[in-house]
T-cell receptor
Framework: GAVVSQHPSWVICKSGTSVKIECRSLDFQATTMFWYRQFPKQSLMLMATSNEGSKATYEQGVEKDKFLINHASLTLSTLTVTSAHPEDSSFYIC???????????FGDGTRLSIL | GDSVTQMEGPVTLSEEAFLTINCTYTATGYPSLFWYVQYPGEGLQLLLKATKADDKGSNKGFEATYRKETTSFHLEKGSVQVSDSAVYFCALSGIPNAGGTSYGKLTFGQGTILTVHP
């Protein structure tokens, strides 16, 4: 149980395009989802926290207009990287939490490469 | 604020060796503590957890004990295998702030790369 599916697993696109990454909880309702960014050989950096039906809470230094997060249902959150540039290339990971009970369950990540 | 410090890696061991990865934390109150493992190109998998002082989390031969007095949660395994090669992250889930916006947030250590040779 507690499976989180992230799609796509790998995407390559041209600079200036927008890319959408989906995060789905397959067998539970995710009241809260988290989006992380991970650079090579580094730890996870929390970008934002999203609660179903409300606006995401972004961490300090994360551009809200660059990284659009939508949590429209209890099983789906999306991260859209708008007008992506090479410096946005990274590994993006989502996680989901049901209610107030830890632990978080993580997706397998999306490797984004901007040319 | 909350913070987690892990021993620096990488750690290289021979198969069947004993493993210890140190983890210490700073947090208010009584956080929950976790060890996550990340295999190459994948997301994180929960390895074990402990929610109160003196709890011992265990899974797949790995163990860690929540030590409040030393604010530590060291990961141990008596005999490692090649398949244990991965990155290990210590993390804590702290007390939410008054506004409730930090609830559920995990604070991660920097990660420790483990390589086990046959």
């Amino acid at each position: 149980g507690a499976v989180v599916s992230q799609h796509p697993s790998w995407v390559i696109c041209k600079s200036g395009t927008s890319v959408k990454i989906e995060c789905r909880s397959l067998d539970f309702q995710a009241t809260t989802m988290f989006w992380y960014r991970q650079f090579p050989k580094q730890s996870l950096m929390l970008m934002a926290t999203s609660n179903e039906g409300s606006k995401a809470t972004y961490e300090q230094g994360v551009e809200k207009d660059k990284f659009l997060i939508n949590h429209a249902s209890l099983t789906l959150s999306t991260l859209t990287v708008t007008s992506a540039h090479p410096e946005d290339s990274s590994f993006y990971i989502c996680s989901a939490l049901t209610g107030r009970v830890q632990p978080q369950h993580f997706g397998d990540g999306t490797r984004l490469s901007i040319l | 604020g909350d913070s987690v410090t892990q021993m620096e890696g990488p750690v290289t061991l021979s198969e069947e060796a004993f493993l210890t990865i140190n983890c210490t934390y700073t947090a208010t109150g009584y956080p929950s503590l976790f060890w996550y493992v990340q295999y190459p190109g994948e997301g994180l998998q929960l390895l074990l957890k402990a929610t109160k002082a003196d709890d011992k989390g265990s899974n797949k031969g790995f163990e860690a004990t929540y030590r409040k007095e030393t604010t530590s949660f060291h990961l141990e395994k008596g005999s490692v295998q090649v398949s244990d090669s991965a990155v290990y992250f210590c993390a804590l889930s702290g007390i939410p702030n008054a506004g409730g916006t930090s609830y559920g947030k995990l604070t991660f250590g920097q990660g420790t790369i483990l390589t086990v040779h046959p």
